[in-house]
């Protein structure tokens, strides 16, 4: 790997460590507040509806200079969500800034590894950058556990920081210092001297040049399975992360900062799945693993048995596994179609947009299922299910795609890209 690509690697770790640590921290500033329970997940809406809205803008954005900067810039916006949250504006308000920072970040960063990497190099890198950002979702969300934790917290109050009174606030303060680091980090990225045609900046035009992207990407015989897989995976993975806080809660009678610990043990089944996809699936492969998507689905319903904390682990371990094995080959099938078919920021741009849509509708049902009182275990068999079924309608309709198509062709088509 290119020198460059370990820089990158290191911004977007403290970066996305510092957005799990901070969800903690906004749930942590809510129960302070004593809001209503369905708020909780939309904290997570509120930060993805950026990614959607502004979905036809952050490719040519991400295109626009080098992405170096692009990073350090958005970061800087993170960095003042952060300072919102901190000067008491209500939690989903400035968490939705952050994730305005976010959407903007990511195209970017997938960009730069397509402009830095030749095709066949793009499974392991993605193998990497998953298995990065999967360990700061670890660490980010044991960080913020760990932040908001009564004798981390007192010692940070006692700092006597103006502003910080109370366990919350003194962890948004430190995850600020994070995103500061992570930014200066933007810096060292080398520009890679990839330059596109100078990007239209009417939003009329780039609507429709969106919608081109999305339509093309969703009529590829490839690109429409891996985008599905994709998209399917982070609702889910969306929901999970709420689901697990909340059935820790129920079943294993955990509070929030040592549930967020269980948060990173699926995080660590992740993490393991993407490195044995990075070392084991190569791009020609990547379709054999649907079936395991299903069997992750069925799998999930078994947490509803499970009331020791000897037992969630290895449990969690496997759901996570699965999970990461089966994305990352999909996602690098993804970019690499979408780089074949279009540039590197636009086909990021539409998989965040079909993600995040994705992750919108499944928290909004989630929350909708909680604000009406349904039991967590109840929740979690739907779930399970929903992905299974999901998964199997995929499988079926890629077979038919190989029927009528030479899939294996459009794998290895390696043309540049005529944008």
Request: glycine letters at 8%.
């Amino acid at each position: 790997m290119k020198k460059g690509f370990y820089t990158i690697m290191a911004a977007q770790f403290f970066s996305s460590l510092a957005d799990n640590a901070l969800l903690i921290s906004a749930i942590a500033l809510l129960i302070e507040m004593t809001a209503p329970e369905w708020m909780k997940p939309m904290l997570k809406l509120f930060f993805t509806v950026s990614y959607v809205v502004l979905a036809p803008f952050v490719g040519a954005f991400a295109d626009s200079m080098p992405k170096g900067r692009v990073m350090f810039a958005t970061n800087a916006i993170k960095v003042a969500g952060c300072v919102l949250m901190f000067a008491a504006v209500h939690p989903l308000l400035a968490y939705a800034l952050v994730g305005l920072g976010a959407a903007a970040y990511s195209p970017a960063k997938y960009g730069i590894l397509t402009e830095l990497l030749p095709p066949e190099r793009l499974v392991a890198a993605n193998g990497w950058i998953e298995g990065t950002t999967v360990g700061s979702i670890i660490l980010g969300t044991v960080v913020g556990g760990l932040l908001i934790s009564p004798s981390v917290s007192a010692w940070i109050i006692a700092l006597g920081i103006p502003g910080v009174h109370s366990a919350a606030t003194g962890a948004i303060a430190v995850i600020g210092l994070v995103y500061l680091l992570a930014a200066l980090i933007n810096l060292r990225i080398p520009d890679t001297g990839a330059r596109y045609p100078r990007q239209a900046i009417h939003p009329i035009v780039l609507i429709r040049e969106f919608w081109h992207c999305n339509l093309t990407l969703w009529r590829d015989k490839l690109g429409q399975i891996s985008l599905a897989v994709t998209t399917l995976f982070w609702g889910a993975g969306a929901v999970l992360q709420f689901i697990v806080l909340e059935w820790a809660k129920h079943q294993l009678g955990l509070p929030l900062n040592r549930a967020a610990i269980l948060q990173g043990v699926v995080a660590v089944g992740i993490a393991l799945g993407a490195v044995l996809a990075a070392r084991f699936i190569t791009l020609r492969r990547s379709p054999r693993v649907i079936p395991l998507g299903i069997a992750m689905g069925l799998l999930v319903p078994t947490m509803t048995m499970v009331s020791t904390l000897e037992l969630s682990y290895p449990l969690l371990v496997l759901v996570g596994g699965m999970a990461g094995y089966f994305v990352v080959p999909m996602n690098a099938l993804l970019q690499h179609r979408g780089h074949v078919l279009m540039s590197a920021g636009h086909s990021i741009a539409v998989q965040n947009f079909n993600e995040n849509l994705n992750v919108l509708l499944m928290l909004g049902v989630y929350a909708a299922l909680l604000s009406f009182e349904m039991h967590i275990n109840s929740i979690i068999i739907l779930f399970g299910f929903f992905v299974a079924l999901t998964m199997m309608l995929v499988r079926r309709r890629y077979k038919h795609n190989a029927r009528h198509h030479d899939l294996g062709a459009l794998i290895l088509d390696h043309r540049a890209h005529s944008h």
